[in-house]
T-cell receptor
């Protein structure tokens, strides 16, 4: 069965630290890739998406992600996190006619 | 881990018919479930929040009479697209909140609705 793995369930960082959240998927065909964020008390927001083209995708709020096809990965990065980045982050893959979501990574940024 | 089952995965229907989509939490109780819609190459759009035993809360611009939501049990929420039209063709995705696991959110795999 297809799946999406987010290896880090809970990450705690100090402000200004760099962030990388892992996302791996198991599907050999063409995929569309997404990262979503859910801030406390709010609904999902799209951070960035990849459909084709440049595998390094830049999103909102300084986030970026790199699609590495050979590794089936789409890791999310931010060079310097802020306290306001504290949230739940979800990786999502559209493969064929199905969507698959990771179980989420909870990020806590300490001021 | 917790699993959310969404059925059907794909449905094709004629214009004017109604389509029911089910979202089940398989190994946890979900007092709150969410329904989203995704247009091609766009973000998930929250349609409504479904609360067990009470009326759903719809987002602005979502027609509650067209998208009927029922959350009659702690493990099942249904979305019925009534009198479907071609413009309702989209992906519909549900998610469920596990209140016993720190309010974690788990997602169904989506339903592709095509209205002819």
């Amino acid at each position: 069965a297809q799946s999406v793995s987010q290896h880090n369930h809970h990450v705690i960082l100090s402000e200004a630290a760099s962030l990388e959240l892992g996302c791996n998927y198991s599907y050999g065909g063409t995929v569309n890739l997404f990262w979503y964020v859910q801030y406390p008390g709010q609904h999902l927001q799209l951070l960035l998406k990849y459909f084709s083209g440049d595998p390094l995708v830049k999103g909102i709020k300084g986030f970026e992600a790199e699609f590495i096809k050979s590794k089936f990965s789409f890791n999310l990065r931010k060079p310097s996190v802020q306290w306001s980045d504290t949230a739940e982050y979800f990786c999502s893959v559209k493969a064929g006619n199905q969507f698959y979501f990771g179980t989420g990574t909870s990020l806590t940024v300490i001021p | 881990g917790a699993v959310v089952s969404q059925h059907p995965s794909r449905v094709i229907c004629k214009s004017g018919t109604s389509v029911k989509i089910e979202c089940r939490s398989l190994d946890f109780q979900a007092t709150t479930m969410f329904w989203y819609r995704q247009f091609p190459k766009q973000s998930l759009m929250l349609m409504a929040t479904s609360n067990e035993g009470s009326k759903a809360t719809y987002e602005q611009g979502v027609e509650k009479d067209k998208f009927l939501i029922n959350h009659a049990s702690l493990t099942l929420s249904t979305l019925t697209v009534t009198s479907a039209h071609p413009e309702d063709s989209s992906f519909y995705i549900c998610s469920a909140r596990d209140s016993l696991e720190g309010e974690k959110l788990f997602f169904g795999s989506g339903t592709q609705l095509s209205v002819l």
